[in-house]
């Protein structure tokens, strides 16, 4: 296949996008620059490599969902985050998780779909429901934590693992995911 040949065919893709795909895109778009834009604008010293590696990443991540870069791209910013982040939650850093979540949760739903699939109604609130459920779970997690942090509380750690572990089983069954062998 020819350069133009592709090129036309990636336009035809392109020309046939459904609404579904372009809203999965655009949630990318935006939750990956506020994931990029609030560490940056926090009162802490972000890493300055953060920008110039997560930029690239999120325009390959919305243009590639099934690629590497979306991967790369939330590694960046959290490495960015673990970094030079304080050890208190504040509300900088409940507002990169959430967009570090959605950022995840609409690169999975558009990295399976090509990119002129028409999506149904149902397959939307199939993926809204855990969503929701990760983007409300975000905060009490943190906020959970910070209070257990605080209150010098024997085996903190563990009680955040186990609120992690009960946010991640509850958002799997709400997906409609199974135990099965098949």
Do not use: C
């Amino acid at each position: 296949m020819t350069v133009a040949e592709k090129l036309t065919l990636w336009l035809a893709q392109l020309r046939d996008t459904g609404r579904g795909v372009l809203v999965a895109r655009l949630t990318i778009a935006v939750a990956g620059a506020l994931a990029i834009i609030v560490p940056g604008t926090a009162a802490w010293d972000q890493l300055d490599l953060v920008p110039l590696v997560a930029i690239p990443l999120l325009a390959a991540t919305v243009v590639l969902p099934d690629s590497l870069a979306g991967v790369l791209l939330l590694l960046a910013v959290t490495l960015g985050w673990l970094v030079r982040a304080p050890a208190e939650i504040n509300w900088q850093l409940v507002i990169t998780g959430i967009a570090l979540v959605v950022t995840h949760l609409a690169t999975a739903f558009a990295a399976q779909l090509p990119s002129y699939v028409r999506i149904e109604r149902r397959a939307l609130r199939r993926w809204i429901l855990p969503g929701a459920i990760a983007v409300i779970v975000t905060p009490a997690v943190a906020i959970a934590a910070a209070l257990v942090q605080g209150a010098n509380v024997a085996g903190s750690l563990l009680v955040t693992v186990g609120a992690l572990a009960l946010a991640t089983i509850t958002i799997w069954f709400t997906a409609g995911q199974r135990l099965t062998r098949d």
